[in-house]
């Protein structure tokens, strides 16, 4: 009777563990610039293409991603990216370069034989701190295709304070940074404008 007594009473707290409660649902982030690529002029005063964006092995997952300490980082389990981080990030500043710059930059890989100037990214930090703030961590490279010769070299380093608490404030802070490299690679691509014109 004994037995019979505790096979009936495992189901029900089992039952009583989960609570019953479903886990909630993931929240998905697309990565997008608001500054779209202007129509014209349609030819550029120079063809420039983004070659190659590439990211710190810790940002290649899902999860956005937090710093713990000076040596830990944690990537969410609920806050996620919707889109492959490599991709993305070159896309958007495909998009934000461009629209600093006035002219269409390409990110199409199979039109690189047309290019003048090719840049090569690197993203080394960019993430968010238990202290409420967003940093990235950047560098890039400046390669005239023609002599397959390195122009210039550049880094670039910034922190934002977010807005409010959160997963959304850290995106959108992440989304600033990412703006505001953008607009500093422009301005190295503009100096070439200038010594090409």
């Known amino acids: 009777m004994r037995k019979l007594v505790l096979i009936l009473v495992a189901p029900l707290l089992l039952a009583g563990c989960s609570g019953g409660k479903k886990a909630p649902e993931p929240t998905f982030y697309?990565?997008?610039?608001?500054?779209?690529?202007?129509?014209?002029?349609?030819?550029?005063?120079v063809n420039v293409g983004i070659n190659r964006v590439s990211l710190a092995d810790y940002l290649g997952q899902a999860g956005?991603?937090?710093?713990?300490?000076?040596?830990?980082?944690?990537?969410a389990r609920q806050h996620l990216w919707a889109e492959p981080l490599d991709s993305s990030v070159r896309l958007f500043?495909?998009?934000?370069?461009?629209?600093?710059?006035?002219?269409?930059?390409?990110?199409?890989?199979?039109?690189?034989?047309?290019?003048?100037?090719?840049?090569?990214?690197?993203?080394?930090?960019?993430?968010?701190?238990?202290?409420?703030?967003?940093?990235?961590?950047?560098?890039?490279l400046?390669?005239?295709v023609a002599t397959d010769s390195e122009l210039s070299r550049y880094r670039f380093e910034q922190t934002g304070t977010l807005a409010a608490d959160g997963y959304d404030a850290l995106v959108?802070?992440?989304?600033?940074?990412?703006?505001?490299l953008a607009a500093t690679i422009a301005d190295s691509l503009r100096e070439i404008n200038t010594e090409t014109g």
């Open 142 to 144: 400046v390669i005239d």
């Open 64 to 75: 956005v991603v937090v710093a713990i300490n000076s040596d830990q980082v944690r990537p």
């Open 93 to 140: 500043l495909r998009d934000a370069i461009s629209a600093d710059l006035g002219y269409p930059v390409s990110a199409d890989l199979g039109r690189r034989q047309s290019w003048q100037y090719r840049v090569d990214i690197r993203i080394d930090e960019w993430r968010g701190s238990l202290a409420g703030d967003a940093r990235i961590v950047a560098s890039w």
């Open 30 to 45: 697309l990565l997008r610039a608001e500054a779209r690529i202007p129509d014209g002029p349609q030819q550029p005063p």
């Open 172 to 180: 959108a802070a992440q989304t600033r940074l990412l703006d505001a």
